[in-house]
Protein backbone atom coordinates (compact mmCIF):
# COMPACT_ATOMS: atom_id res chain seq x y z
CA UNK A 1 0.00 0.00 0.00
CA UNK A 2 1.96 3.22 -1.56
CA UNK A 3 1.41 7.00 -0.21
CA UNK A 4 2.59 8.23 -3.67
CA UNK A 5 -0.58 8.26 -5.56
CA UNK A 6 -3.26 11.53 -4.33
CA UNK A 7 -6.00 10.81 -2.47
CA UNK A 8 -9.13 12.62 -3.74
CA UNK A 9 -12.15 13.55 -1.62
CA UNK A 10 -15.04 14.17 -3.84
CA UNK A 11 -18.73 14.24 -1.89
CA UNK A 12 -18.58 10.63 -1.41
CA UNK A 13 -17.44 8.43 1.46
CA UNK A 14 -13.32 8.28 1.83
CA UNK A 15 -12.33 4.68 1.73
CA UNK A 16 -10.85 2.85 4.99
CA UNK A 17 -7.58 2.43 2.86
CA UNK A 18 -7.33 5.72 2.19
CA UNK A 19 -7.76 6.86 5.72
CA UNK A 20 -4.55 4.36 6.81
CA UNK A 21 -2.68 5.20 3.21
CA UNK A 22 -2.93 9.23 4.64
CA UNK A 23 -2.75 8.40 8.37
CA UNK A 24 0.10 6.20 8.38
CA UNK A 25 1.64 6.91 4.84
CA UNK A 26 1.13 10.73 4.24
CA UNK A 27 -0.49 10.30 1.24
CA UNK A 28 -1.14 14.01 -0.48
CA UNK A 29 -4.59 15.03 -0.88
CA UNK A 30 -6.63 16.84 -3.22
CA UNK A 31 -10.59 17.47 -3.60
CA UNK A 32 -12.48 16.92 -6.38
CA UNK A 33 -14.76 18.98 -8.95
CA UNK A 34 -17.85 17.88 -7.45
CA UNK A 35 -16.55 18.49 -4.13
CA UNK A 36 -15.76 22.11 -4.26
CA UNK A 37 -19.38 22.81 -6.25
CA UNK A 38 -21.28 20.82 -4.11
CA UNK A 39 -19.59 23.05 -1.25
CA UNK A 40 -19.75 26.17 -3.39
CA UNK A 41 -23.80 25.63 -3.62
CA UNK A 42 -24.33 24.76 -0.22
CA UNK A 43 -23.01 28.17 0.78
CA UNK A 44 -25.27 30.08 -0.76
CA UNK A 45 -28.18 29.44 1.12
CA UNK A 46 -25.85 29.72 4.62
CA UNK A 47 -25.15 33.13 3.25
CA UNK A 48 -28.70 33.66 2.49
CA UNK A 49 -29.60 32.96 5.90
CA UNK A 50 -26.87 34.65 7.67
CA UNK A 51 -28.78 38.07 6.52
CA UNK A 52 -32.62 36.81 7.49
CA UNK A 53 -33.33 38.80 11.02
CA UNK A 54 -34.60 35.56 11.98
CA UNK A 55 -32.18 33.54 14.26
CA UNK A 56 -30.46 30.29 12.63
CA UNK A 57 -28.74 28.40 14.80
CA UNK A 58 -24.82 28.12 14.45
CA UNK A 59 -25.26 31.13 11.83
CA UNK A 60 -26.93 33.62 13.75
CA UNK A 61 -26.79 32.48 17.35
CA UNK A 62 -24.54 31.35 20.12
CA UNK A 63 -23.93 27.70 20.75
CA UNK A 64 -24.93 24.72 22.91
CA UNK A 65 -26.41 26.07 26.49
CA UNK A 66 -25.91 29.76 24.82
CA UNK A 67 -27.64 29.32 21.44
CA UNK A 68 -30.77 31.59 22.76
CA UNK A 69 -28.54 34.65 22.22
CA UNK A 70 -29.01 35.96 18.66
CA UNK A 71 -25.67 37.55 17.68
CA UNK A 72 -25.11 40.93 15.13
CA UNK A 73 -23.30 40.27 11.61
CA UNK A 74 -21.16 42.63 13.46
CA UNK A 75 -19.52 40.10 15.87
CA UNK A 76 -20.13 36.77 13.72
CA UNK A 77 -16.68 36.72 12.46
CA UNK A 78 -15.43 36.99 16.27
CA UNK A 79 -17.89 34.64 17.51
CA UNK A 80 -16.32 31.76 14.81
CA UNK A 81 -12.86 32.67 15.97
CA UNK A 82 -14.21 32.41 19.68
CA UNK A 83 -15.34 29.23 19.28
CA UNK A 84 -12.52 27.96 17.97
CA UNK A 85 -10.44 29.10 20.30
CA UNK A 86 -12.41 28.21 22.94
CA UNK A 87 -12.69 24.47 22.37
CA UNK A 88 -9.60 24.40 21.92
CA UNK A 89 -9.31 23.06 25.40
CA UNK A 90 -7.42 20.06 25.42
CA UNK A 91 -4.73 18.97 27.87
CA UNK A 92 -2.13 15.88 28.55
CA UNK A 93 0.67 14.42 25.85
CA UNK A 94 -0.03 14.85 21.93
CA UNK A 95 -1.97 12.29 20.16
CA UNK A 96 -0.19 10.55 17.56
CA UNK A 97 0.31 12.19 14.41
CA UNK A 98 -1.56 9.18 12.55
CA UNK A 99 -4.68 10.02 14.64
CA UNK A 100 -4.12 13.55 13.79
CA UNK A 101 -4.23 13.17 10.10
CA UNK A 102 -6.64 10.82 10.07
CA UNK A 103 -8.93 12.75 12.02
CA UNK A 104 -8.03 15.77 9.06
CA UNK A 105 -8.93 13.70 6.32
CA UNK A 106 -12.32 12.63 7.73
CA UNK A 107 -13.12 16.09 8.75
CA UNK A 108 -12.22 17.17 5.19
CA UNK A 109 -14.32 14.64 3.75
CA UNK A 110 -17.76 15.70 5.51
CA UNK A 111 -17.21 19.14 4.35
CA UNK A 112 -16.76 18.31 1.03
CA UNK A 113 -20.62 16.44 1.50
CA UNK A 114 -21.45 20.12 0.91
CA UNK A 115 -23.49 19.28 4.04
CA UNK A 116 -22.12 21.77 6.27
CA UNK A 117 -22.11 24.91 4.63
CA UNK A 118 -18.54 26.20 4.90
CA UNK A 119 -16.77 27.05 1.99
CA UNK A 120 -14.12 25.33 -0.47
CA UNK A 121 -11.45 27.55 0.02
CA UNK A 122 -11.81 26.30 4.56
CA UNK A 123 -11.74 22.36 3.10
CA UNK A 124 -8.80 23.41 0.51
CA UNK A 125 -6.48 24.55 3.58
CA UNK A 126 -6.94 21.07 5.19
CA UNK A 127 -6.07 19.54 1.93
CA UNK A 128 -3.39 21.74 1.72
CA UNK A 129 -2.16 20.89 5.14
CA UNK A 130 -2.00 16.83 4.95
CA UNK A 131 -0.09 17.44 1.26
CA UNK A 132 2.52 19.25 3.33
CA UNK A 133 2.66 17.42 6.18
CA UNK A 134 2.17 19.77 8.91
CA UNK A 135 -0.06 18.43 11.52
CA UNK A 136 -1.61 20.28 14.61
CA UNK A 137 -0.86 19.50 17.87
CA UNK A 138 -3.64 17.90 19.24
CA UNK A 139 -4.08 16.93 23.11
CA UNK A 140 -5.41 13.14 24.64
CA UNK A 141 -7.94 14.90 27.06
CA UNK A 142 -10.72 17.02 25.95
CA UNK A 143 -13.33 14.81 24.30
CA UNK A 144 -16.61 13.48 25.72
CA UNK A 145 -17.69 12.08 22.38
CA UNK A 146 -20.27 14.74 21.65
CA UNK A 147 -20.75 16.72 20.03
CA UNK A 148 -18.50 14.58 18.67
CA UNK A 149 -14.70 15.03 19.17
CA UNK A 150 -15.10 19.08 19.52
CA UNK A 151 -11.83 20.07 21.45
CA UNK A 152 -9.03 17.80 19.26
CA UNK A 153 -11.30 19.23 15.86
CA UNK A 154 -10.85 22.89 17.54
CA UNK A 155 -7.24 22.50 17.94
CA UNK A 156 -7.04 21.45 14.19
CA UNK A 157 -9.31 24.35 13.33
CA UNK A 158 -7.36 26.68 15.59
CA UNK A 159 -4.12 26.11 12.88
CA UNK A 160 -6.38 26.35 10.29
CA UNK A 161 -6.76 30.16 10.87
CA UNK A 162 -3.29 30.09 11.71
CA UNK A 163 -3.16 29.84 15.38
CA UNK A 164 -1.63 27.45 18.00
CA UNK A 165 0.95 24.72 17.53
CA UNK A 166 1.72 22.08 14.81
CA UNK A 167 4.29 19.85 14.18
CA UNK A 168 5.84 20.35 10.27
CA UNK A 169 6.98 17.51 7.97
CA UNK A 170 10.31 17.15 9.86
CA UNK A 171 8.22 16.81 13.43
CA UNK A 172 9.76 19.93 14.49
CA UNK A 173 7.09 22.04 16.72
CA UNK A 174 6.38 25.16 15.39
CA UNK A 175 3.68 28.07 15.55
CA UNK A 176 0.96 27.16 13.21
CA UNK A 177 1.44 31.14 11.31
CA UNK A 178 4.99 30.23 10.66
CA UNK A 179 4.13 26.22 9.19
CA UNK A 180 1.73 27.89 7.13
CA UNK A 181 3.20 30.89 5.72
CA UNK A 182 6.47 28.68 5.09
CA UNK A 183 4.47 25.73 3.18
CA UNK A 184 2.30 29.07 1.30
CA UNK A 185 -0.43 28.15 2.41
CA UNK A 186 -3.02 31.58 3.48
CA UNK A 187 -4.78 31.03 6.93
CA UNK A 188 -8.50 31.62 7.01
CA UNK A 189 -11.02 33.76 8.21
CA UNK A 190 -14.22 31.75 9.17
CA UNK A 191 -17.35 32.92 8.27
CA UNK A 192 -20.65 31.65 9.73
CA UNK A 193 -21.56 28.59 10.39
CA UNK A 194 -17.64 27.56 9.40
CA UNK A 195 -16.56 27.20 12.91
CA UNK A 196 -19.04 24.85 13.83
CA UNK A 197 -18.59 22.67 10.98
CA UNK A 198 -14.76 22.39 12.02
CA UNK A 199 -15.38 20.73 15.06
CA UNK A 200 -18.66 18.77 15.02
CA UNK A 201 -18.08 15.21 14.23
CA UNK A 202 -16.39 11.79 15.26
CA UNK A 203 -13.88 11.90 13.37
CA UNK A 204 -11.23 11.16 15.94
CA UNK A 205 -12.87 8.40 17.54
CA UNK A 206 -13.52 6.92 13.59
CA UNK A 207 -9.78 7.56 12.88
CA UNK A 208 -9.02 5.63 15.43
CA UNK A 209 -10.80 2.86 15.17
CA UNK A 210 -9.97 2.49 11.08
CA UNK A 211 -6.66 2.30 12.44
CA UNK A 212 -7.50 -0.21 15.00
CA UNK A 213 -9.06 -2.39 12.44
CA UNK A 214 -6.00 -2.45 10.29
CA UNK A 215 -4.25 -3.54 13.23
CA UNK A 216 -6.11 -5.96 14.08
CA UNK A 217 -6.39 -7.71 10.63
CA UNK A 218 -2.53 -8.27 10.79
CA UNK A 219 -2.57 -9.64 14.99
CA UNK A 220 -5.19 -12.21 14.60
CA UNK A 221 -3.54 -13.55 11.84
CA UNK A 222 -0.03 -13.60 14.11
CA UNK A 223 -2.58 -14.83 16.58
CA UNK A 224 -3.12 -17.92 14.28
CA UNK A 225 0.72 -18.37 13.80
CA UNK A 226 1.53 -18.45 17.90
CA UNK A 227 -1.35 -20.38 18.49
CA UNK A 228 0.02 -23.32 15.60
CA UNK A 229 3.26 -22.72 17.35
CA UNK A 230 1.86 -23.30 20.84
CA UNK A 231 -0.63 -26.63 19.61
CA UNK A 232 3.01 -27.91 17.86
CA UNK A 233 5.62 -27.66 20.74
CA UNK A 234 3.04 -28.27 24.01
CA UNK A 235 2.23 -31.66 21.64
CA UNK A 236 -1.23 -30.82 21.04
CA UNK A 237 -3.42 -32.14 17.69
CA UNK A 238 -4.31 -30.80 14.93
CA UNK A 239 -7.29 -32.85 14.70
CA UNK A 240 -10.18 -30.74 15.93
CA UNK A 241 -9.33 -27.97 13.37
CA UNK A 242 -10.91 -30.17 10.72
CA UNK A 243 -13.48 -28.77 8.54
CA UNK A 244 -15.99 -30.10 9.08
CA UNK A 245 -15.98 -29.78 12.79
CA UNK A 246 -15.68 -26.57 12.39
CA UNK A 247 -18.33 -26.59 9.75
CA UNK A 248 -21.15 -27.79 12.97
CA UNK A 249 -20.52 -24.50 14.54
CA UNK A 250 -20.47 -22.36 11.30
CA UNK A 251 -19.71 -18.55 12.26
CA UNK A 252 -17.12 -17.09 9.23
CA UNK A 253 -14.16 -16.58 11.79
CA UNK A 254 -13.85 -19.74 13.30
CA UNK A 255 -13.47 -21.39 10.34
CA UNK A 256 -10.89 -18.96 8.98
CA UNK A 257 -8.71 -19.45 12.44
CA UNK A 258 -9.14 -23.27 11.98
CA UNK A 259 -7.67 -23.68 8.18
CA UNK A 260 -5.50 -20.98 8.88
CA UNK A 261 -3.86 -22.79 12.09
CA UNK A 262 -4.08 -26.47 10.23
CA UNK A 263 -2.43 -24.55 7.25
CA UNK A 264 0.39 -23.38 9.38
CA UNK A 265 0.46 -27.04 10.83
CA UNK A 266 0.20 -29.31 8.14
CA UNK A 267 3.91 -31.11 7.72
CA UNK A 268 4.68 -30.55 11.26
CA UNK A 269 7.13 -33.78 12.38
CA UNK A 270 6.28 -32.64 16.04
CA UNK A 271 2.96 -33.14 15.20
CA UNK A 272 3.16 -36.55 13.64
CA UNK A 273 5.09 -37.89 16.33
CA UNK A 274 2.44 -38.42 18.85
CA UNK A 275 -0.57 -38.78 16.07
CA UNK A 276 -0.74 -42.37 16.73
CA UNK A 277 -2.81 -44.93 18.85
CA UNK A 278 -0.42 -45.04 21.60
CA UNK A 279 -0.65 -41.64 22.71
CA UNK A 280 -2.64 -40.67 25.73
CA UNK A 281 -3.55 -37.50 25.73
CA UNK A 282 -7.52 -37.65 25.17
CA UNK A 283 -8.12 -33.42 24.74
CA UNK A 284 -5.99 -30.62 24.94
CA UNK A 285 -6.65 -27.82 27.23
CA UNK A 286 -9.26 -25.47 25.74
CA UNK A 287 -5.96 -22.85 25.30
CA UNK A 288 -5.18 -25.19 22.08
CA UNK A 289 -8.29 -26.75 21.62
CA UNK A 290 -10.20 -23.76 21.49
CA UNK A 291 -7.79 -21.18 19.69
CA UNK A 292 -10.11 -20.94 16.34
CA UNK A 293 -13.26 -20.43 18.40
CA UNK A 294 -11.84 -17.06 20.30
CA UNK A 295 -9.79 -16.16 17.31
CA UNK A 296 -12.84 -17.04 15.03
CA UNK A 297 -15.24 -14.65 17.47
CA UNK A 298 -12.35 -12.04 17.59
CA UNK A 299 -12.88 -11.98 13.48
CA UNK A 300 -16.35 -11.70 13.75
CA UNK A 301 -16.76 -9.12 16.16
CA UNK A 302 -14.01 -6.88 13.86
CA UNK A 303 -16.24 -7.44 11.39
CA UNK A 304 -18.74 -5.71 12.54
CA UNK A 305 -16.45 -3.07 13.74
CA UNK A 306 -15.70 -2.69 9.93
CA UNK A 307 -19.50 -2.52 8.93
CA UNK A 308 -19.65 0.13 11.73
CA UNK A 309 -17.08 2.03 10.33
CA UNK A 310 -18.41 2.17 7.05
CA UNK A 311 -21.35 3.34 7.78
CA UNK A 312 -19.77 6.15 9.72
CA UNK A 313 -17.75 6.97 6.52
CA UNK A 314 -20.71 7.48 4.49
CA UNK A 315 -21.64 10.06 6.79
CA UNK A 316 -22.27 13.70 6.82
CA UNK A 317 -21.64 14.39 10.43
CA UNK A 318 -22.44 18.52 11.12
CA UNK A 319 -24.82 20.11 13.66
CA UNK A 320 -26.96 21.68 12.21
CA UNK A 321 -26.43 20.00 8.60
CA UNK A 322 -27.82 22.07 5.53
CA UNK A 323 -30.44 19.40 3.80
CA UNK A 324 -30.31 18.10 -0.12
CA UNK A 325 -33.59 20.58 -0.25
CA UNK A 326 -31.46 23.23 1.44
CA UNK A 327 -33.19 23.45 4.81
CA UNK A 328 -30.67 23.96 7.82
CA UNK A 329 -31.93 21.41 10.37
CA UNK A 330 -30.32 20.77 13.80
CA UNK A 331 -29.55 17.35 14.79
CA UNK A 332 -28.04 14.69 16.86
CA UNK A 333 -25.86 12.95 14.37
CA UNK A 334 -22.89 13.95 16.27
CA UNK A 335 -23.40 11.38 19.09
CA UNK A 336 -20.28 8.56 19.02
CA UNK A 337 -22.55 6.17 20.06
CA UNK A 338 -22.49 3.67 17.46
CA UNK A 339 -18.15 4.20 17.38
CA UNK A 340 -18.21 3.98 20.91
CA UNK A 341 -19.71 0.58 21.82
CA UNK A 342 -17.50 -1.06 18.81
CA UNK A 343 -14.44 0.54 20.11
CA UNK A 344 -15.04 -0.89 23.42
CA UNK A 345 -16.49 -4.27 21.53
CA UNK A 346 -12.59 -4.29 20.02
CA UNK A 347 -11.07 -3.84 23.58
CA UNK A 348 -12.74 -6.76 25.11
CA UNK A 349 -11.54 -8.97 21.86
CA UNK A 350 -7.89 -7.02 22.11
CA UNK A 351 -7.77 -8.90 26.19
CA UNK A 352 -9.88 -12.34 25.49
CA UNK A 353 -7.54 -12.72 22.77
CA UNK A 354 -3.81 -11.81 24.99
CA UNK A 355 -5.41 -13.88 27.88
CA UNK A 356 -5.37 -16.84 25.94
CA UNK A 357 -2.23 -16.15 24.38
CA UNK A 358 -0.80 -16.13 28.06
CA UNK A 359 -2.26 -19.65 29.03
CA UNK A 360 -0.47 -20.79 26.54
CA UNK A 361 2.73 -19.55 27.44
CA UNK A 362 2.42 -20.59 30.83
CA UNK A 363 1.68 -24.19 30.07
CA UNK A 364 5.33 -24.03 28.62
CA UNK A 365 6.61 -23.64 31.51
CA UNK A 366 5.34 -25.77 33.47
CA UNK A 367 6.75 -29.56 33.59
CA UNK A 368 3.40 -30.70 34.70
CA UNK A 369 1.85 -29.64 31.47
CA UNK A 370 4.43 -29.00 28.50
CA UNK A 371 5.05 -33.15 27.86
CA UNK A 372 8.29 -33.14 28.73
CA UNK A 373 10.03 -30.07 28.16
CA UNK A 374 12.20 -28.35 30.79
CA UNK A 375 10.82 -26.53 33.95
CA UNK A 376 10.68 -22.87 32.71
CA UNK A 377 12.54 -24.04 29.48
CA UNK A 378 15.82 -23.31 31.39
CA UNK A 379 18.65 -24.73 30.02
CA UNK A 380 20.04 -25.52 33.88
CA UNK A 381 16.71 -25.54 35.67
CA UNK A 382 17.51 -23.90 39.69
CA UNK A 383 20.53 -22.16 37.91
CA UNK A 384 18.77 -20.90 35.20
CA UNK A 385 14.95 -19.56 35.38
CA UNK A 386 14.72 -19.66 31.33
CA UNK A 387 11.40 -17.68 30.38
CA UNK A 388 9.98 -17.68 34.10
CA UNK A 389 9.66 -13.95 34.15
CA UNK A 390 8.97 -13.29 30.57
CA UNK A 391 5.49 -15.11 31.11
CA UNK A 392 5.00 -12.17 34.28
CA UNK A 393 5.48 -9.52 31.75
CA UNK A 394 2.78 -10.87 29.69
CA UNK A 395 0.43 -11.83 32.88
CA UNK A 396 1.35 -8.21 33.81
CA UNK A 397 0.12 -6.65 30.18
CA UNK A 398 -2.88 -9.05 30.40
CA UNK A 399 -3.87 -7.78 33.23
CA UNK A 400 -3.83 -4.07 32.03
CA UNK A 401 -6.03 -4.96 29.05
CA UNK A 402 -8.68 -6.43 31.46
CA UNK A 403 -9.30 -3.30 32.74
CA UNK A 404 -8.97 -1.44 29.53
CA UNK A 405 -11.37 -3.66 28.54
CA UNK A 406 -13.76 -1.99 31.09
CA UNK A 407 -16.42 -0.08 28.67
CA UNK A 408 -15.58 3.71 28.20
CA UNK A 409 -19.49 4.33 26.21
CA UNK A 410 -21.10 3.53 29.35
CA UNK A 411 -19.49 6.38 31.28
CA UNK A 412 -21.58 9.29 30.71
CA UNK A 413 -20.95 12.30 32.29
CA UNK A 414 -22.94 15.70 31.58
CA UNK A 415 -21.38 19.16 30.39
CA UNK A 416 -22.67 22.24 28.63
CA UNK A 417 -24.95 23.37 31.48
CA UNK A 418 -26.84 20.03 30.89
CA UNK A 419 -27.91 20.40 27.49
CA UNK A 420 -24.83 17.94 26.54
CA UNK A 421 -26.43 15.50 29.38
CA UNK A 422 -25.84 12.74 27.69
CA UNK A 423 -21.96 11.84 25.72
CA UNK A 424 -20.51 9.01 24.78
CA UNK A 425 -17.11 8.69 25.88
CA UNK A 426 -15.95 7.15 22.24
CA UNK A 427 -13.01 9.11 22.02
CA UNK A 428 -11.91 7.78 25.12
CA UNK A 429 -13.06 4.50 24.02
CA UNK A 430 -10.65 4.77 21.02
CA UNK A 431 -7.55 5.71 23.19
CA UNK A 432 -7.76 2.95 25.42
CA UNK A 433 -8.09 0.36 22.59
CA UNK A 434 -4.99 2.17 21.10
CA UNK A 435 -3.05 1.05 24.55
CA UNK A 436 -4.76 -2.36 24.57
CA UNK A 437 -3.55 -2.95 20.30
CA UNK A 438 -0.04 -2.41 21.82
CA UNK A 439 -0.23 -4.79 24.57
CA UNK A 440 -1.88 -7.44 22.47
CA UNK A 441 1.60 -7.18 20.09
CA UNK A 442 3.80 -7.49 23.27
CA UNK A 443 1.79 -10.63 24.80
CA UNK A 444 1.59 -12.49 20.82
CA UNK A 445 5.01 -11.77 20.62
CA UNK A 446 6.40 -13.49 24.00
CA UNK A 447 4.39 -16.00 22.83
CA UNK A 448 6.00 -16.99 20.00
CA UNK A 449 9.36 -16.22 21.43
CA UNK A 450 8.46 -18.84 23.89
CA UNK A 451 7.29 -21.75 21.12
CA UNK A 452 10.01 -20.67 19.18
CA UNK A 453 12.44 -22.09 22.15
CA UNK A 454 10.10 -24.84 22.85
CA UNK A 455 10.16 -26.09 19.08
CA UNK A 456 14.22 -26.11 19.21
CA UNK A 457 14.05 -27.95 22.66
CA UNK A 458 11.90 -30.84 20.40
CA UNK A 459 14.74 -31.70 18.24
CA UNK A 460 15.57 -33.58 16.52
CA UNK A 461 11.88 -33.40 15.46
CA UNK A 462 11.82 -30.63 12.93
CA UNK A 463 8.46 -28.06 13.14
CA UNK A 464 6.35 -27.54 9.94
CA UNK A 465 7.65 -25.72 7.46
CA UNK A 466 5.40 -22.51 7.92
CA UNK A 467 6.04 -22.48 12.04
CA UNK A 468 9.76 -23.38 10.79
CA UNK A 469 10.11 -20.13 9.02
CA UNK A 470 8.66 -18.05 12.08
CA UNK A 471 11.10 -19.65 14.04
CA UNK A 472 14.06 -19.20 11.88
CA UNK A 473 13.10 -15.52 11.62
CA UNK A 474 13.28 -14.52 15.57
CA UNK A 475 16.24 -16.85 15.25
CA UNK A 476 17.87 -14.13 13.17
CA UNK A 477 17.66 -11.72 15.55
CA UNK A 478 17.57 -14.24 19.19
CA UNK A 479 19.34 -16.78 20.05
CA UNK A 480 18.21 -20.08 20.42
CA UNK A 481 18.30 -22.13 23.82
CA UNK A 482 20.96 -21.94 26.32
CA UNK A 483 22.07 -20.44 29.90
CA UNK A 484 20.40 -17.43 30.86
CA UNK A 485 20.82 -14.15 29.15
CA UNK A 486 19.37 -10.16 29.21
CA UNK A 487 16.24 -11.10 28.32
CA UNK A 488 14.39 -7.89 27.85
CA UNK A 489 16.10 -6.79 24.65
CA UNK A 490 15.37 -10.40 22.94
CA UNK A 491 11.51 -9.95 24.10
CA UNK A 492 11.90 -6.65 21.95
CA UNK A 493 13.19 -7.51 19.08
CA UNK A 494 10.48 -10.29 19.05
CA UNK A 495 7.66 -6.82 19.61
CA UNK A 496 9.41 -5.26 16.84
CA UNK A 497 9.48 -8.66 14.26
CA UNK A 498 5.43 -8.67 15.34
CA UNK A 499 4.71 -5.10 15.13
CA UNK A 500 6.31 -5.11 11.21
CA UNK A 501 4.55 -8.04 10.44
CA UNK A 502 7.90 -10.01 9.76
CA UNK A 503 6.41 -13.26 11.67
CA UNK A 504 3.69 -13.50 9.45
CA UNK A 505 5.06 -12.95 6.29
CA UNK A 506 7.93 -15.24 6.69
CA UNK A 507 4.69 -18.10 8.07
CA UNK A 508 2.96 -16.70 4.52
CA UNK A 509 6.04 -16.92 2.43
CA UNK A 510 5.64 -21.28 3.01
CA UNK A 511 1.96 -21.36 3.10
CA UNK A 512 0.31 -18.34 1.16
CA UNK A 513 -1.64 -15.55 2.52
CA UNK A 514 -3.74 -16.00 5.49
CA UNK A 515 -7.64 -15.89 5.21
CA UNK A 516 -9.09 -13.36 7.03
CA UNK A 517 -13.11 -12.47 7.23
CA UNK A 518 -12.96 -8.69 5.68
Known amino acids: MGAEECVVVGTGAVSAEEVVRVARLGA ?20 ALAEDPKPV ?15 PFALRTQLQRSLVRSHAAGNGPEVEREVVRALMLLRLSTLATGRTGARPEVAQVYASL ?12 GSLGCSGDLAPLAHVALAVIGEGTVRDSDGELVPAATALSVAGI ?47 GLLGTDKVFAPDLQALR ?45 AGAARDTLAHAEQVASWELASAIDNPVVTLDGRVESNGNF ?5 GYVLDFLAIVVADVASMSERRTDRFLDVARNHGLPPFLADDPGVDSGHMIAQYTQAAIVSELKRLAAPASVDSIPSSAMQEDHVSMGWSAARKLRRAIDGLTRVLAIEALTAARALDLRAPLAPSPAT ?17 RHLAPEIEAAVA ?22
Open 335 to 339: HGAPV
Open 186 to 232: APVVLEEKEGLALINGTDGMLGMLLLACEDLHALLRLADVTAAMSVE
Open 468 to 484: GAVRDTIREHVAGPGTD
Open 130 to 141: LSAGITPVVHEY
Open 497 to 518: LAASGALVASAEAVVGRLDCVR
Open 28 to 47: PVRISRDAVSAMAETRKRIE
Open 250 to 294: PHPGQACAAANMARLLAGSEIVQSHANPSCTVVQDAYSLRCAPQV
Open 57 to 71: YGISTGFGALATRHI
